[in-house]
C-alpha cells in the first residue's frame, strides 16, 4: 500500500479554496508544518461571500465582531483572497472544482439539471423528467439529467426513503441501458478517490443524496458517506443537542423553510463530524480512523440569505451594499461561527489540532440580497442612464456585472414613459455568479 504524499495533498487543497486556515498558529511555508499535516477538513459555508467574512471578523454598521472563532483562524491562518468560484457559480460546479480542481468544461457537470445528447431517459420516472426508450448499443436519444431530491426513493424521508431510485435516473444505452448515478456522470478522478487509493480514510457530508457524486468515478471514493436529504419533512433529531423536538412547528414541509430548522438540519452533519474526530463513524455507531480528508457543507447561511418566512414574519438577507446582515442571516452566520468553534475545540481535545489543516470556503456565493441592496442605490442613476442615452419611449435591456452597467443589443418600445426597473425571473439564479438581467 502506497504512503500518502501529505505535503502534496495539502498543498492541492489549498490551491483550490476562498479561504484557508491552520488554527492559533501561524505557519509559514518553511516551518516545516505542512510535514505535520495527518488530516483535511474542508468546510464549505453555501452563500458565504469573502465580504461577509470581512464584516463578521471586523465588525459593519455599528455591530461589534461576531465570529471569534472564524477570526481566530483568519488571524492565525491563511487566507487567500484570489479564489473565483466556478462559471456558473452552483452547488454540484463549486463542489466540484473544490475536490478536483476542475472546470465545469472538464468534469461535465454544468449544474444539478442539464441535458446530455447521449444518454436515454429514465426507465419509469417519478421525478418531472419525461421517460424515453432506450436500446442497448445504440446512439440515446437525449435526455434531461436532473440530479436532485426527485431521485430519492422518497424525499419526504430525512434518509430519502432509504437511498436513489435507479427508475429515476438517466440511462446509458452503451452499458447496456444502466442507469447513471450521479459519481457516473463526472469525467474526471477527485481528491477522496486519490486519498483511498493511497491509504487514506475518507468522509463527507452534504445535502442531498445525489452528492454521492463525491465518490468519483470508481463509485468507492468516501469511506463514509453522509447525505441528510434538506427537501425532507422537518422532524425531532433525536441525538442532536437542542433539536430533540421541532424546534419551529411553523415551517416544516423541509428543512430550508425555517431559520431555525435549518440549524437543526446542519447541526447533524456538525454532529457527523464530531464523530468522525472522535474516531467513530458520522452516526458514532462503529470505531473507525479519523478520515485523511473530511468535511461538510453548511446551508444555514445560504437560507438566511434569501429566506423570507411569512410564518413569523421574518426576512432574510442583508440591509444595505456594505452587507450588514438581517436578524435572521445575523443568527444564522453566528451559528456557523459556532459550528465551527465545536469542530476546533473537539480537534483540541483530541489532539489533532496541529496535524489538521483546516480550509474554510463556500462552493458559490449568494449575490441575490447584496445585488439588491446595491440596486436600491444605483436605480435611479441607471434609470437615468436609459431615458438620456435611449429616449423615453423605449425599454432597454441591460446585462449587469456587479455595478457596471453594459446595454445588450435588444432593444424593446415601453408600454409608458417613466417605468419603473423590474427585475425578471432571470435574475434569482444568475446572480449567484454575480450576473442578471434588469429590465427598465
Same mark, same amino acid.
Given at each position: 500500500m502506497k504512503k500518502i504524499n501529505f505535503e502534496k495533498l495539502a498543498g492541492i487543497a489549498v490551491s483550490v479554496l476562498l479561504s484557508t486556515a491552520t488554527p492559533y498558529k501561524s505557519?509559514?511555508?518553511?516551518d516545516g508544518h505542512r510535514s505535520r499535516i495527518r488530516h483535511v477538513l474542508l468546510l464549505s459555508v453555501d452563500g458565504f461571500h469573502a465580504?461577509?467574512?470581512?464584516?463578521?471578523?471586523?465588525?459593519?454598521?455599528?455591530?461589534?465582531?461576531?465570529?471569534?472563532?472564524?477570526?481566530?483562524?483568519?488571524?492565525?491562518?491563511i487566507r487567500y483572497m484570489q479564489a473565483s468560484s466556478s462559471k456558473p457559480s452552483d452547488s454540484f460546479p463549486g463542489l466540484l472544482a473544490?475536490?478536483?480542481?476542475?472546470? $465545469?468544461?472538464?468534469?461535465?457537470?454544468?449544474?444539478?439539471?442539464?441535458?446530455?445528447r447521449s444518454l436515454a431517459g429514465p426507465a419509469s420516472p417519478t421525478n418531472d423528467v419525461a421517460p424515453g426508450s432506450c436500446t442497448p448499443g445504440m446512439s440515446g436519444t437525449g435526455t434531461q439529467v436532473l440530479y436532485d431530491e426527485t431521485i430519492d426513493n422518497d424525499s419526504t424521508k430525512l434518509d430519502g426513503g432509504g437511498g436513489i431510485n435507479p427508475a429515476n435516473l438517466p440511462r446509458n444505452p452503451l452499458a447496456n441501458?444502466?442507469?447513471?448515478?450521479?459519481h457516473q456522470y463526472v469525467r474526471v478522478n477527485n481528491i477522496f478517490e486519490v486519498a483511498r487509493r493511497n491509504g487514506g480514510y475518507t468522509a463527507?457530508?452534504?445535502?442531498?443524496?445525489?452528492?454521492?457524486?463525491?465518490?468519483? $468515478?470508481?463509485?468507492?471514493?468516501?469511506?463514509?458517506?453522509?447525505?441528510?436529504?434538506?427537501?425532507?419533512?422537518?422532524?425531532?433529531?433525536?441525538?442532536?443537542?437542542?433539536?430533540?423536538?421541532?424546534?419551529?412547528?411553523?415551517?416544516?414541509?423541509?428543512?430550508?423553510?425555517?431559520f431555525e430548522n435549518i440549524k437543526c438540519y446542519d447541526k447533524l452533519k456538525v454532529q457527523a463530524i464530531i464523530n468522525q474526530i472522535n474516531g467513530k463513524t458520522h452516526d458514532g455507531s462503529q470505531s473507525a480512523r479519523v478520515p485523511t480528508i473530511f468535511g461538510m457543507n453548511f446551508q444555514a447561511v445560504s437560507v438566511g440569505q434569501k429566506?423570507?418566512?411569512?410564518?413569523?414574519?421574518?426576512?432574510?438577507?442583508y440591509l444595505d451594499a456594505l452587507g450588514t446582515p438581517s436578524n435572521p442571516l445575523l443568527g444564522e452566520i453566528q451559528f456557523v461561527d459556532q459550528s465551527i468553534g465545536a469542530m476546533i475545540g473537539e480537534l483540541h481535545k483530541q489532539g489533532l489540532l496541529q496535524s489538521t489543516l483546516v480550509i474554510v470556503s463556500a462552493k458559490h456565493g449568494q449575490a441575490r440580497s447584496i445585488q439588491r441592496a446595491r440596486e436600491k442605490s444605483a436605480i435611479q442613476l441607471l434609470r437615468h442612464w436609459a431615458i438620456s442615452s435611449c429616449g423615453k419611449r423605449q425599454r432597454i435591456v441591460l446585462h449587469c456585472y456587479g455595478l457596471r452597467i453594459r446595454p445588450k443589443r435588444q432593444v424593446r418600445r415601453q408600454q409608458s414613459q417613466g417605468q419603473a426597473i423590474r427585475v425578471s425571473a432571470k435574475f434569482l439564479s444568475a446572480t449567484r455568479s454575480r450576473s442578471y438581467i434588469m429590465i427598465l
Amino acid at each position: 500500500m502506497k504512503k500518502i504524499n501529505f505535503e502534496k495533498l495539502a498543498g492541492i487543497a489549498v490551491s483550490v479554496l476562498l479561504s484557508t486556515a491552520t488554527p492559533y498558529k501561524s505557519a509559514s511555508a518553511d516551518d516545516g508544518h505542512r510535514s505535520r499535516i495527518r488530516h483535511v477538513l474542508l468546510l464549505s459555508v453555501d452563500g458565504f461571500h469573502a465580504l461577509d467574512l470581512e464584516n463578521c471578523v471586523k465588525g459593519v454598521s455599528g455591530l461589534a465582531p461576531y465570529c471569534p472563532n472564524l477570526g481566530g483562524l483568519a488571524q492565525n491562518g491563511i487566507r487567500y483572497m484570489q479564489a473565483s468560484s466556478s462559471k456558473p457559480s452552483d452547488s454540484f460546479p463549486g463542489l466540484l472544482a473544490m475536490i478536483t480542481g476542475g472546470t $465545469p468544461r472538464s468534469t461535465g457537470v454544468f449544474y444539478d439539471n442539464s441535458y446530455d445528447r447521449s444518454l436515454a431517459g429514465p426507465a419509469s420516472p417519478t421525478n418531472d423528467v419525461a421517460p424515453g426508450s432506450c436500446t442497448p448499443g445504440m446512439s440515446g436519444t437525449g435526455t434531461q439529467v436532473l440530479y436532485d431530491e426527485t431521485i430519492d426513493n422518497d424525499s419526504t424521508k430525512l434518509d430519502g426513503g432509504g437511498g436513489i431510485n435507479p427508475a429515476n435516473l438517466p440511462r446509458n444505452p452503451l452499458a447496456n441501458c444502466a442507469p447513471v448515478h450521479p459519481h457516473q456522470y463526472v469525467r474526471v478522478n477527485n481528491i477522496f478517490e486519490v486519498a483511498r487509493r493511497n491509504g487514506g480514510y475518507t468522509a463527507w457530508s452534504d445535502k442531498h443524496l445525489a452528492y454521492e457524486l463525491v465518490n468519483g $468515478p470508481s463509485g468507492q471514493g468516501v469511506n463514509d458517506l453522509y447525505n441528510p436529504e434538506i427537501a425532507s419533512e422537518v422532524v425531532p433529531l433525536a441525538n442532536v443537542p437542542g433539536c430533540t423536538s421541532v424546534v419551529d412547528p411553523t415551517a416544516t414541509d423541509d428543512w430550508t423553510s425555517s431559520f431555525e430548522n435549518i440549524k437543526c438540519y446542519d447541526k447533524l452533519k456538525v454532529q457527523a463530524i464530531i464523530n468522525q474526530i472522535n474516531g467513530k463513524t458520522h452516526d458514532g455507531s462503529q470505531s473507525a480512523r479519523v478520515p485523511t480528508i473530511f468535511g461538510m457543507n453548511f446551508q444555514a447561511v445560504s437560507v438566511g440569505q434569501k429566506l423570507v418566512q411569512a410564518s413569523i414574519n421574518a426576512t432574510g438577507g442583508y440591509l444595505d451594499a456594505l452587507g450588514t446582515p438581517s436578524n435572521p442571516l445575523l443568527g444564522e452566520i453566528q451559528f456557523v461561527d459556532q459550528s465551527i468553534g465545536a469542530m476546533i475545540g473537539e480537534l483540541h481535545k483530541q489532539g489533532l489540532l496541529q496535524s489538521t489543516l483546516v480550509i474554510v470556503s463556500a462552493k458559490h456565493g449568494q449575490a441575490r440580497s447584496i445585488q439588491r441592496a446595491r440596486e436600491k442605490s444605483a436605480i435611479q442613476l441607471l434609470r437615468h442612464w436609459a431615458i438620456s442615452s435611449c429616449g423615453k419611449r423605449q425599454r432597454i435591456v441591460l446585462h449587469c456585472y456587479g455595478l457596471r452597467i453594459r446595454p445588450k443589443r435588444q432593444v424593446r418600445r415601453q408600454q409608458s414613459q417613466g417605468q419603473a426597473i423590474r427585475v425578471s425571473a432571470k435574475f434569482l439564479s444568475a446572480t449567484r455568479s454575480r450576473s442578471y438581467i434588469m429590465i427598465l
